[in-house]
T-cell receptor
Framework: GNSVTQMEGPVTLSEEAFLTINCTYT??????LFWYVQYPGEGLQLLLK?????DKGSNKGFEATYRKETTSFHLEKGSVQVSDSAVYFC?????????????FGQGTILTVHP | EAQVTQNPRYLITVTGKKLTVTCSQN?????MSWYRQDPGLGLRQIYY???????DKGDVPEGYKVSRKEKRNFPLILESPSPNQTSLYFC???????????FGSGTQLSVL
């Protein structure tokens, strides 16, 4: 079956620090990969996605590259801000009869201090 | 404004008392789904619907029911809630699935 594993959190950083949140996956077939973000008291929002190997998804200064050889999709940002404090979820979708179903990782809580 | 609306935001109930959490989307999406979020477990899919009158089980369907009589609405029904159903619930929709889901703001349910 499909599964997503994220680095254990929580992660606490100072403003302007570099961020990496690790994500690895196992999947049957050829998955699409996603990062979702959940701000306090809100639902999840799509942050970025990649649909094939070596694709780089990017948005709001965040980036992640689809690495098929290492089955990874690590999230990075060069300089975090206090407003980036949120929970980040890595997810995958393999379509087919489960078209639209996302398999999520456990989430990583990020706290950024001024 | 395009959105997924869930109600209520917070709900406290007692074991065995039937409840319904409503979900409505105004984007004419075919696909709708319910997830529950628990600490350390991420989000797990309860049920999903590919279109009107088409529903199917997700990973954790036990103790839940759904219906899809209209395209915009997808209520989640707990016929006899138990404390292990205490969780944060999210409804989501998508035009055709494929990973870009639009989420509601969540319903925090406590079953005493």
């Amino acid at each position: 079956g499909n599964s997503v594993t994220q680095m254990e959190g929580p992660v606490t950083l100072s403003e302007e620090a570099f961020l990496t949140i690790n994500c690895t996956y196992t999947a049957t077939g050829y998955p699409s990969l996603f990062w979702y973000v959940q701000y306090p008291g809100e639902g999840l929002q799509l942050l970025l996605k990649a649909t094939k190997a070596d694709d780089k998804g990017s948005n709001k200064g965040f980036e992640a590259t689809y690495r098929k050889e290492t089955t990874s999709f690590h999230l990075e940002k060069g300089s975090v801000q206090v407003s980036d404090s949120a929970v980040y979820f890595c997810a995958l979708s393999t379509g087919g009869t489960s078209y639209g179903k996302l398999t999520f990782g456990q989430g990583t809580i990020l706290t950024v201090h001024p | 404004e395009a959105q997924v609306t869930q109600n209520p935001r917070y709900l406290i109930t007692v074991t065995g008392k039937k409840l319904t959490v409503t979900c409505s989307q105004n984007m004419n999406h075919e696909y709708m789904s319910w997830y529950r979020q628990d600490p350390g477990l991420g989000l797990r899919q309860i049920y999903y619907s590919m279109n009107v009158e088409v529903t199917d089980k997700g990973d954790v369907p036990e103790g839940y029911k759904v219906s899809r009589k209209e395209k915009r609405n997808f209520p989640l029904i707990l016929e006899s809630p138990s404390p292990n159903q205490t969780s944060l619930y999210f409804c989501a929709s998508s035009p055709q699935g494929g990973g870009k889901l639009f989420f509601g703001s969540g319903t925090q349910l406590s079953v005493l």
